[in-house]
C-alpha cells in the first residue's frame, strides 16, 4: 500500500463533497428528509466549511490522500510558527482501519517533531477517531462543549 498526498484543485470539489458527506451519514440516517433535502444540506455545510476553512486558513495544505494512486480522503493542515495544526482528516469509510490515517498521522507527527512544535487537533468527543488519536500519543488538553483538543508533543 502507498500513500501519497496532492494538493486539491477545483477538479476535485465532487470528490471533496462524497468525503464530507460521508462524516454526515450516520446523521443524515436519522432526519425524515428527503433525498434533495439531504443534498441540499450537505452542499450548503460544505460549502460553509469549505468557506470557513478557507478563509480563516489560507496558507493551510489542502491536500486529497492517495491510496495506490486512487483517491480515498481529505487531509487539511495549517502550519505556523507555533504548532501544527490538524484542520480535517476524513478517510472513506470502505478505505478505514487499513493503516491510512495512522500512516498520515504518524508523518505528521514526525515533522512536528523535526520542527519542535506540537500537533493538534479539533475532535468531537463522540467521534470514534478519538481512539486512533489517543493510541497515537495525543492527549485532551482543552474541552469546548462537544469538541476536545487534542495534542501531540514528543516526549523530551
Same mark, same amino acid.
Given at each position: ?13 465532487? !470528490? ?24 441540499? !444540506? ?14 480563516? !486558513? ?67 468527543? !463522540? ?30
Amino acid at each position: 500500500m502507498t500513500i501519497t498526498l496532492r494538493d486539491a484543485t477545483a477538479e476535485d470539489e465532487g !470528490f471533496l463533497r462524497q468525503v464530507y458527506a460521508c462524516t454526515r451519514a450516520e446523521e443524515m440516517a436519522l432526519v425524515p428528509w428527503t433525498d434533495e433535502q439531504r443534498e441540499a !444540506f450537505l452542499r450548503f455545510q460544505f460549502d460553509a466549511q469549505d468557506s470557513y476553512y478557507r478563509s480563516q !486558513f489560507p496558507e493551510a495544505a489542502y491536500q486529497i490522500i492517495l491510496k495506490d494512486g486512487a483517491p480515498v480522503g481529505r487531509l487539511y493542515v495549517y502550519r505556523n510558527s507555533t504548532d501544527m495544526r490538524i484542520l480535517d482528516i476524513t478517510i472513506l469509510p470502505e478505505h478505514r482501519a487499513a493503516g491510512v490515517g495512522t500512516s498520515l498521522i504518524r508523518d505528521l507527527q514526525a515533522e512536528a517533531e523535526e520542527s519542535n512544535q506540537p500537533l493538534n487537533i479539533w475532535v468531537e468527543n !463522540f467521534n470514534r477517531s478519538q481512539s486512533l488519536f489517543k493510541r497515537l500519543g495525543f492527549l485532551i488538553v482543552q474541552e469546548e462543549g462537544y469538541n476536545n483538543l487534542l495534542e501531540y508533543r514528543a516526549e523530551t
